[in-house]
């Protein structure tokens, strides 16, 4: 039974559009969420965290939003760039704890 | 700076026999986690280990994986008895104390043959 989500295996994005990559969870006692970038032969990478007192953190082209109430957070990254495509993981930690529940991943293909 | 690294990076063993996989985390790094990742059913948390603990938390599943750390800044996953469903790739991360953002390795792709 995962408690983290990430519905979409893939997603394909033009060069200069708008990339959404959508998690959800389970468990309404996740309070931090990370997103990580894998590229093929390497470690996940961090990108971008959010608490859950928040629902908005932006850092240049990526801006993660959390819905609580419908325990759902979701990546923007504006504008897509060809290096951009990678895998993307969700991960959740609960209120107290650093260890973290991953997602699945989703493939992000950013076509020139 | 240096990262994480892991060793091997490849790693065929038979069934039943055990094996060790090593990780050497970013110094001054206080915790080190392994992770399972396999395809299809993201990654799990294996053990974490804070500060100076020789040996981590329990792992699941339970009794086979075992991870000590002999240094601050390395850790060693053990698995005992290998099985075939072992086969995927483990991840070592760290990261500084009260930080949420971890660092990962590059993995060790285990196949039980």
């Known amino acids: 039974d995962q408690q983290v989500k990430q519905n979409s295996p893939s997603l394909s994005v033009q060069e200069g559009r708008i990339s959404i990559l959508n998690c959800d969870y389970t468990?309404?006692?996740?309070?931090?969420f990370l997103w990580y970038k894998k590229y093929p032969a390497e470690g996940p990478t961090f990108l971008i965290s959010?608490?859950?007192?928040?629902d908005k953190n932006e850092d240049g082209r990526f801006t993660v939003f959390l819905n609580k109430s419908a325990k759902h957070l979701s990546l923007h990254i504006v504008p897509s760039q060809p290096g951009d495509s990678a895998v993307y993981f969700c991960?959740?930690?609960?209120?107290?704890?650093?260890?973290?529940?991953f997602g699945t991943g989703t493939r992000l293909k950013v076509l020139a | 700076g240096a990262g994480v690294s892991q060793s091997p990076r490849y790693k065929v063993a038979k069934r039943g026999r055990d094996v060790a996989l090593r990780c050497d985390s970013i110094?001054?790094?206080?915790?080190l986690y392994w992770y399972r990742q396999t395809l299809g059913q993201g990654s799990e948390v294996l053990t974490y280990?804070?500060?100076?603990?020789?040996?981590?938390k329990s792992g699941r599943p339970s009794g086979r994986f075992s991870a000590e750390r002999p240094e601050r800044s390395v850790s060693t996953l053990k698995i005992q008895r290998t099985e075939q469903g072992d086969s995927a790739v483990y991840l070592c991360?760290?990261?500084?104390?009260?930080?949420?953002?971890?660092?990962f390795g590059p993995g060790t792709r285990l196949t039980v043959t």
């Open positions: 991360a760290s990261s500084s104390l009260w930080a949420h953002e971890q660092y």
């Open positions: 468990n309404s006692m996740f309070d931090y």
């Open positions: 959010i608490s859950s007192i928040k």
């Open positions: 991960a959740a930690s609960l209120s107290g704890t650093y260890k973290y529940i």
């Open positions: 110094s001054g790094h206080v915790t």
């Open positions: 280990s804070q500060s100076d603990a020789q040996r981590d």
